[in-house]
């Protein structure tokens, strides 16, 4: 990794064992930033507070090599990302105003991604994973991910039924309790589909009448001006004489059609005066049918006027047209056919709730067996972990335990209070040495004897679904002596079969690493690019000198260092 301008960290450069790297250092010196600049890369939270004073921002880059086949390499291409040479490269840019930006093999991505190929990559455990672990939900989380598909499958058909339940019975609740006012939305329905009944609306009728009462009210103005532009256009029957427009328009076409052959300019005018005698004449026809046909029947009116004031009841209660009113009455029939169905729809409910709860009786049994099957394997494993971390009278178990309830679901053959991952209560309990009764971890545990637990936990998961990384960051605090070399020890064998990267105060852990580095600050108080080295030899000795007594010099510490680090390869 390369970590830029991120905490005390200016510029530096981490390079990580295949096997087991420790990072060491004084108390402040950044090693907690290898951590961050990490959590970073796998989608953790961007805190613009990170970045360091005076930087616009911090930039993290990492080169993680993968197989091609590997779940995150697959994932990573279907995001369009590119693979340089077997290794994919992963940077997070975070600004100082709290924007952050994601980029995997090349390619710009959603932060969300890196979250996901985090899943495949990497186990990251620090003292908050063990204040996680003393909750009992992630108690449950750890047991069921420890059973695998024994309690994923039936979990996740539980999970289906257990949705669905919910929602009928939110149904079922919904329409029991408001009886009453589904009945007087019922009642209203009927009242307003009859009204509308009765009229018996047509679509657009409103508008075809509000035209026809215009024209019957003026029917008089209507016809005398239909009659004097017809005797404009076509002469009048009782002045024979007048000058009318055909008759004008007639003896211009006359004038011009003695003389066309002469021009074919006054030829096309001709025709074109021709056209608009025709003109003429059809619309003088028209205006005589409109005055013949045009009904002046007061008692019309009337009935018009009376049809109107019906579908204008009807628009100040359901709609402001017809058309809104139809609308309405046809999702009123729909809403009274539901609402009229109330009975039959709570029977149907009810008899689906009782199969919902009969079908999650059976999954959460099935989710009981299966866990208490896990259970045992889990605590076994987990005990004989404990034994070689320096605790080999300490004894692991798993209580998992139903709480009764009335209206709860069958477990054991009896009613039991259930959620969305079943009926158990899962709690991890610890008899420490013999003759102690088990308590759970949260109060049976010592701050070491915690971190001794997660360790063994975290090393029983790597043999069920491993992942290449794992980081550990100070989960040894509070242990030392003999127990530190146990933990030391430990994870170097968990560091065969996976890359483990530990952030440690304790000698006697880091003295077990493959690759120890060492973070330093300068004299301004900033880690730069020679700031994180690669410790071997006399280097080595003497910061786990420093690590043991404070005094790098000191020949007492130095022959202990030497007598650790010998130690830990004879033991490799």
């Given at each position: 990794?390369?970590?830029?301008?991120?905490?005390?960290?200016?510029?530096?450069?981490?390079?990580?064992?295949?096997?087991?790297?420790?990072?060491?250092?004084?108390?402040?010196?950044?090693?907690?930033?290898?951590?961050?600049?990490?959590?970073?890369?796998?989608?953790?939270?961007?805190?613009?507070?990170?970045?360091?004073?005076?930087?616009?921002?911090?930039?993290?880059?990492?080169?993680?090599?993968?197989?091609?086949?590997?779940?995150?390499?697959?994932?990573?291409?279907?995001?369009?990302?590119?693979?340089?040479?077997?290794?994919?490269?992963?940077?997070?840019?975070?600004?100082?105003?709290?924007?952050?930006?994601?980029?995997?093999?090349?390619?710009?991505?959603?932060?969300?991604?890196?979250?996901?190929?985090?899943?495949?990559?990497?186990?990251?455990?620090?003292?908050?994973?063990?204040?996680?672990?003393?909750?009992?939900?992630?108690?449950?989380?750890?047991?069921?991910?420890?059973?695998?598909?024994?309690?994923?499958?039936?979990?996740?058909?539980?999970?289906?039924?257990?949705?669905?339940?919910?929602?009928?019975?939110?149904?079922?609740?919904?329409?029991?309790?408001?009886?009453?006012?589904?009945?007087?939305?019922?009642?209203?329905?009927?009242?307003?589909?009859?009204?509308?009944?009765?009229?018996?609306?047509?679509?657009?009728?409103?508008?075809?009448?509000?035209?026809?009462?215009?024209?019957?009210?003026?029917?008089?103005?209507?016809?005398?001006a239909a009659q004097a532009a017809h005797a404009a256009l076509a002469g009048d029957v009782e002045d024979p004489e007048g000058v009318d427009a055909n008759t004008l328009v007639a003896g211009a076409h006359r004038a011009l059609e003695a003389v066309r052959t002469h021009d074919p300019v006054l030829g096309a005018l001709a025709d074109r005066i021709a056209e608009l005698g025709i003109l003429l004449g059809d619309v003088a026809g028209e205006l005589a049918g409109y005055a013949d046909d045009l009904d002046a029947d007061p008692l019309r009116l009337a009935a018009v006027e009376e049809r109107r004031a019906a579908l204008t009841q009807l628009t100040r209660k359901y709609g402001d047209s017809v058309d809104a009113v139809l609308e309405w009455a046809q999702k009123g029939s729909a809403r009274l056919l539901e609402l009229d169905g109330d009975d039959e729809r709570i029977e149907e409910l009810t008899a689906e709730r009782d199969a919902l709860l009969a079908e999650l009786s059976q999954l959460a049994q099935a989710l009981t067996d299966a866990r208490t099957e896990a259970a045992e394997r889990f605590a076994s494993a987990v005990t004989a972990e404990l034994a070689s971390l320096a605790m080999p009278h300490a004894r692991v178990t798993i209580d998992i335990r139903q709480t009764e309830a009335a209206d709860g679901v069958e477990v054991g053959g009896r009613p039991v209070a259930y959620g969305p991952t079943g009926a158990d209560e899962v709690e991890l309990l610890l008899a420490p040495h013999p003759g102690a009764q088990p308590r759970p971890i949260a109060k049976g545990a010592s701050g070491g004897e915690l971190s001794r637990v997660m360790l063994a936990v975290e090393v029983v998961f790597a043999g069920t679904t491993p992942v290449p990384t794992y980081l550990f960051d100070e989960v040894d605090a509070g242990v030392g002596g003999k127990a530190a070399v146990e933990i030391g020890r430990r994870l170097a064998k968990l560091a065969r079969t996976a890359q483990v990267v530990v952030v440690t105060h304790l000698p006697q852990v880091a003295a077990f690493a493959d690759r120890q580095l060492l973070v330093e600050k300068t004299v301004d108080g900033s880690v730069t690019r020679s700031g994180v080295t690669v410790l071997e030899g006399e280097d080595r000795i003497r910061e786990l000198s420093r690590m043991l007594a404070g005094q790098e010099d000191s020949q007492t510490a130095r022959a202990h260092a030497e007598e650790l680090l010998a130690a830990a390869r004879a033991d490799g």
């Amino acid at each position: 990794m390369r970590i830029r301008s991120l905490g005390v960290i200016d510029d530096a450069v981490v390079e990580l064992s295949p096997g087991f790297t420790a990072v060491t250092g004084e108390t402040g010196a950044g090693k907690t930033m290898v951590v961050t600049s990490l959590g970073l890369l796998l989608g953790g939270r961007a805190d613009p507070a990170l970045v360091r004073i005076g930087a616009k921002a911090a930039v993290v880059e990492g080169r993680v090599v993968l197989r091609p086949d590997a779940a995150a390499a697959v994932r990573a291409e279907e995001a369009g990302a590119e693979l340089d040479e077997g290794a994919l490269l992963i940077s997070r840019t975070v600004s100082a105003e709290g924007r952050s930006r994601a980029h995997v093999g090349g390619r710009s991505v959603p932060v969300g991604l890196l979250s996901e190929l985090a899943d495949d990559l990497v186990a990251v455990h620090g003292q908050t994973d063990q204040q996680g672990l003393l909750r009992p939900a992630r108690q449950r989380q750890a047991l069921d991910r420890y059973a695998g598909d024994a309690v994923a499958v039936p979990l996740e058909k539980y999970a289906g039924a257990y949705r669905r339940l919910r929602a009928v019975s939110a149904e079922l609740d919904t329409i029991t309790t408001r009886a009453r006012e589904r009945a007087q939305e019922a009642d209203l329905l009927r009242f307003g589909l009859d009204e509308v009944a009765a009229v018996e609306p047509l679509p657009g009728e409103d508008a075809e009448l509000a035209a026809e009462a215009e024209r019957l009210g003026h029917a008089e103005s209507l016809a005398s001006a239909a009659q004097a532009a017809h005797a404009a256009l076509a002469g009048d029957v009782e002045d024979p004489e007048g000058v009318d427009a055909n008759t004008l328009v007639a003896g211009a076409h006359r004038a011009l059609e003695a003389v066309r052959t002469h021009d074919p300019v006054l030829g096309a005018l001709a025709d074109r005066i021709a056209e608009l005698g025709i003109l003429l004449g059809d619309v003088a026809g028209e205006l005589a049918g409109y005055a013949d046909d045009l009904d002046a029947d007061p008692l019309r009116l009337a009935a018009v006027e009376e049809r109107r004031a019906a579908l204008t009841q009807l628009t100040r209660k359901y709609g402001d047209s017809v058309d809104a009113v139809l609308e309405w009455a046809q999702k009123g029939s729909a809403r009274l056919l539901e609402l009229d169905g109330d009975d039959e729809r709570i029977e149907e409910l009810t008899a689906e709730r009782d199969a919902l709860l009969a079908e999650l009786s059976q999954l959460a049994q099935a989710l009981t067996d299966a866990r208490t099957e896990a259970a045992e394997r889990f605590a076994s494993a987990v005990t004989a972990e404990l034994a070689s971390l320096a605790m080999p009278h300490a004894r692991v178990t798993i209580d998992i335990r139903q709480t009764e309830a009335a209206d709860g679901v069958e477990v054991g053959g009896r009613p039991v209070a259930y959620g969305p991952t079943g009926a158990d209560e899962v709690e991890l309990l610890l008899a420490p040495h013999p003759g102690a009764q088990p308590r759970p971890i949260a109060k049976g545990a010592s701050g070491g004897e915690l971190s001794r637990v997660m360790l063994a936990v975290e090393v029983v998961f790597a043999g069920t679904t491993p992942v290449p990384t794992y980081l550990f960051d100070e989960v040894d605090a509070g242990v030392g002596g003999k127990a530190a070399v146990e933990i030391g020890r430990r994870l170097a064998k968990l560091a065969r079969t996976a890359q483990v990267v530990v952030v440690t105060h304790l000698p006697q852990v880091a003295a077990f690493a493959d690759r120890q580095l060492l973070v330093e600050k300068t004299v301004d108080g900033s880690v730069t690019r020679s700031g994180v080295t690669v410790l071997e030899g006399e280097d080595r000795i003497r910061e786990l000198s420093r690590m043991l007594a404070g005094q790098e010099d000191s020949q007492t510490a130095r022959a202990h260092a030497e007598e650790l680090l010998a130690a830990a390869r004879a033991d490799g």
